[in-house]
């Protein structure tokens, strides 16, 4: 299910999605807008947890984590 919203954007960007239309590395701007927010999703969530890892102290167990995650390929963001 989805929703129908309007959204007020500068000209550049507006730009910016029909450029990524136009190319074909978007189907439309609708979905340049969509992928846009699951990144910010995702940011919201990775920030909240770094908070609760920085509030709660240190996780031994979780030292590979950054090394590994940081040589993950993230095909989603392309």
């Known amino acids: 299910m989805s929703k129908q919203i309007t ?3 500068p000209d ?4 910016f999605m029909d450029e990524l239309v136009a190319t074909e590395r978007a189907t439309s701007r609708a ?13 919201e969530l990775a920030a909240r ?4 890892l920085a ?3 240190d996780y031994p167990d979780l030292e590979g984590l950054a090394p590994a995650a940081a040589g993950t390929v993230l ?3 392309d």
Do not use: F, K, N, Q
């Not at 550049?12 to 730009?15: N, Q």
């Not at 969509?34 to 940011?43: D, G, K, P, T, V």
């Not at 947890?49 to 609760?52: E, S």
């Open 7 to 9: 959204v007020r954007l």
């Open 12 to 15: 550049e960007l507006v730009e």
């Open 31 to 43: 979905s340049v807008v969509a992928r846009a927010m699951e990144r910010e999703r995702r940011r």
């Open 49 to 52: 947890d770094l908070a609760i």
């Open 55 to 57: 509030e709660r102290g």
């Open 75 to 77: 095909s989603d963001l």
